[in-house]
């Protein structure tokens, strides 16, 4: 599910693809409602049907929520939806 510039998820807009590896696609993006440069973690739709991947996505998301760090972007929010 590779995203173009522009796409639109919710309140976010794709600027750019920053990388892609087993459990998804990573892009830069822009949150449109507090203007400010976020990353977007997208898992394949295939995956994301998987009850165990969609666990472990969701397990990941947590752990990252709890790191503090000059070099690593804030934890924002997660959502979840296939299609």
Known sequence: MALISGTRLGP???VAPIGAG????VY????T????TVAIKVLPEHLAENP???A????E???ISQLNHPHIWN????CTSVG
């Open 12 to 14: 976010y807009e794709i």
């Open 22 to 25: 087993g459990m998804g696609e």
């Open 28 to 31: 830069k993006a822009q949150d």
């Open 33 to 36: 409602r507090l203007d400010r």
């Open 52 to 54: 165990e991947l969609k």
């Open 56 to 59: 472990r996505f969701e397990r």
């Open 61 to 63: 998301a947590k752990a």
């Open 75 to 78: 934890y924002a929010s997660y």
